[in-house]
């Protein structure tokens, strides 16, 4: 069983990997062609339209795996049918009504951009709401199902999509909204293409939708507390879409071209790259989270135990993996990437927030899979208060530096109260030690690095030294880690090798 985790999560890594390596080109792509401007009306309007989507549909999805799950383990394909429904119901509830007053009613709703320019861009997403919710409940079931394969291929095919279709229209704008527009225009097939897809999928491979009577309530209890989390999550990348450039207005002296380019440089281009790992981390929880879900309803108390330090530990080893890189080269990636200074100096200073965000994470996830969910939300609204107290406070002192400091107090506060909740359930969880260990290796690499780099970057090319301080890093990190027993080779092969008879 441990065997087949392992490889489910490495297949789901490797599509993952590619497709965050796909979107990760595209928006550098995105910021050549429509700039710092074009790449903030860009995410602003996404950031708003991913509150609406989160209420939609965000907690569904988990939850419909979860029941799924359980109904599979008492042997009631019935009831894993009606769950499927029942989720679809669930989030056509919210997405229907939401799309049909913002879309018709939408100069009701300017409020909701700083910069009046979103509006439209926003109103071109608008139509795929109800069609990705539906798509998120299938995905659900897929996971339920431990069907990673075409779940992954989904998703992939889904990106590439967006990305040759965002590369075609972006093409032939001339301006920053323009180019914003025909982005959006991309991001609206893809969601077409996934829902076409999966719904053909579902269908093919025996899914059926019947009467969503029976759980109609069991999902909704279930998933509405993720959603209020996820919902919160969405509303304050939104607030802040909103707060950050006009306070970086009244009290920085920016103009409102100026806030916007300075949130497209930290939102758009140094935090997807400080947020590489969550497609680790999301593999990871997508295939473990059917698993825990499975001990934790059968009170199989030793695999729980296992699972959960096997999935914390995973997030500590990806954190203590990338950092380094992210800590040497961080300044040279912006420059290289975006041919902008400010967003090289964010990705070094702030990858160390990179240890409690992919705790807080995992966490989270193991969290909900042993029904947990309302505890979760209410430790992120702890989280969330402090990013925006940081805002708030902090701006007119740091500018755009306030909103990373809250960042990284917020996934120290998650993570410090889902470690507690989980020591409270399973006092049995060893993790110190290797946490520890990760932190030691961690530094030492940051330091063997930097050291490296120092003896290239004048002699060199930037791109010859970046290669070789990857190469260099590579190494390094592997001896070091196999060194302090942070990695095993044993553990390695499991990943690919069949176990012997």
Wanted: charged content about 15%.
């Amino acid at each position: 069983m441990s065997r087949n985790i392992y490889k489910s999560a490495t297949q789901v890594t490797v599509f993952s990997t590619v497709e965050k390596a796909l979107s990760f080109a595209y928006r550098i792509i995105l910021s050549r062609f429509i700039g710092a401007e074009g790449l903030g009306i860009y995410q602003i309007s996404l950031s708003v339209f991913a509150v609406f989507l989160t209420i939609s549909s965000s907690g569904v999805p988990i939850t419909v795996s979860r029941l799924i799950t359980k109904h599979s383990a008492e042997g009631n394909e019935n009831e894993s049918h009606a769950t499927v429904t029942a989720g679809i119901c669930c989030t056509l509830i919210f997405s229907v009504p939401i799309f049909l007053i913002l879309f018709f009613c939408n100069g009701l709703f300017g409020f909701l951009f700083s910069d009046k320019r979103c509006l439209s861009v926003f109103l071109i997403l608008l139509p795929g709401l109800a069609l990705t919710s539906i798509y998120a409940v299938l995905r659900g079931a897929f996971w339920g199902k431990k069907q990673f394969l075409p779940y992954s291929l989904i998703e992939l095919a889904e990106d590439f999509v967006m990305v040759i279709l965002g590369c075609v229209f972006v093409f032939f704008t001339k301006d920053a909204v323009g180019g914003a527009m025909g982005a959006a225009f991309a991001v609206l097939i893809s969601y077409i293409f996934s829902f076409v897809t999966s719904i053909l999928w579902y269908k093919k491979n025996g899914g059926k939708f019947i009467s969503p009577k029976s759980q109609m309530k069991a999902v909704f209890s279930s998933a509405m507390p993720i959603t209020a989390m996820r919902t919160s999550s969405s509303l304050l990348n939104s607030v802040v879409a909103i707060l950050l450039p006009v306070l970086l207005v009244n009290f920085c002296g920016y103009s409102t071209t100026e806030a916007t380019s300075l949130y497209g440089v930290a939102l758009g281009m140094a935090i997807p790259i400080l947020f590489m790992p969550t497609s680790l981390i999301g593999s990871i929880a997508v295939v473990i989270a059917p698993e825990l879900s499975e001990n934790y309803y059968k009170n199989r108390k030793i695999s729980l135990k296992n699972d959960i330090e096997k999935s914390i530990k995973a997030g500590l080893f990806i954190a203590a993996s990338i950092i380094p890189f992210l800590f040497v080269l961080g300044e040279e990636l912006g420059v290289l990437l975006y041919s902008d200074e400010l967003s090289g100096k964010i990705i070094k200073a702030c990858c160390f927030i990179l240890f409690p965000m992919c705790v807080a994470i995992i966490t989270t996830t193991v969290l909900n899979s042993m029904n947990c969910e309302i505890k979760t939300l209410i430790y992120f609204i702890f989280g969330a208060i402090a990013t925006l107290a940081c805002i708030i406070f902090l701006t007119p002192v740091v500018g755009i530096w306030s909103y990373l400091i809250g960042m990284a107090l917020s996934f120290i506060i998650t993570m410090a109260c889902n470690l507690r909740l989980l020591f409270k359930k399973c006092r049995e969880i060893k993790i110190f030690n290797y946490f520890f260990k990760c932190l030691i290796a961690c530094v030492i690499c940051c330091i063997f690095g930097d050291s490296l780099k120092n003896l290239f970057v004048h002699k060199l090319p930037l791109i010859a030294t970046c290669i070789i301080c990857c190469l260099g890093i590579s190494l390094f990190i592997f001896a070091l880690f196999y060194v302090l027993e942070v990695i095993s080779i044993k553990s390695i092969k499991k990943i690919f090798l069949k176990e012997k008879k």
